[in-house]
Every structure is written in C-alpha cells, then in structure tokens.
C-alpha cells in the first residue's frame, strides 16, 4: 500500500521561507506533485517531479518553489521561498504511481498525503 507523510508546514510571514517534506512508502521513481487548496478556492497544481528528476512548476510559483527528491530516503521537498499570503493553503502531495513525465492537474494522482498547512501572514 501507498503512503505519503507531509511535514514542514507552517506560519511565516510574506518573504519567508518554508520547506515541506513528503515521505512516500515504496517509492519506485513514480511521478510525485505538490497540490495546494486555499479556503474556499480549487484545489490546483503546484509542482512535480519524474523519475528522471524532470520538473513542472506552476507559473504563480516559477522563480520562488522548487521541488526536488531525495531517492535514498524516498522523500520529496518542496522549497518555498520569498512566500506570499497568495501562498496560503493546505499543501498535499501525491502520487499517481506511474513512470514518465508528469502533471499539474490532480486528475490521475491516486494516491494522497494528509495535507500539511501553509500560513503566510503580511
């Protein structure tokens, strides 16, 4: 069975800084993405990262997010820099257990974190 385990989140204030873990049970060079949903909004794309150590990043967070994995520990990170109360939300992140290039839309990822929160205050 798939597991993935957030942590890292928390407050900070605009131009801080947080980085968020995801530890994955099992990890076998699948596809894993970053998603995020604030209070009251969809829930959209943030991040991914392939086997290959291929990137996507969504264009609201280009310059400031980046993702990256730690193959030995099976964990994924998300670096955030220079964060925004725009940033706000409850993180996940998610596998779809599958090989090759990934995706920003949550269509596909079966498998979910239990979200870790992200509170950016001005």
């Known amino acids: 069975q798939v597991q993935l385990v957030e942590s890292g989140g928390g407050s900070v204030q605009a131009g801080g800084s947080l980085r968020l873990s995801c530890r994955v049970s099992?990890?076998?060079?699948?596809?894993i993405g970053w998603f995020r949903q604030a209070s009251g909004k969809e829930r959209e794309g943030v991040a991914t990262i392939d086997g290959d150590g291929g990137t996507i990043y969504a264009d609201s967070v280009k310059g400031r997010f980046t993702i990256s994995k730690d193959n030995t520990n099976n964990t994924v990170y998300l670096q955030m820099n220079n964060l925004t109360p725009e940033d706000s939300a409850m993180y996940y992140c998610a596998t779809s257990r599958t090989l090759g290039r990934c995706w920003l839309v949550e269509t596909g990822y079966k498998y979910w974190g239990q979200g870790t929160q992200v509170t950016v205050s001005s």
């Open positions: 099992g990890y076998n060079r699948w596809c």
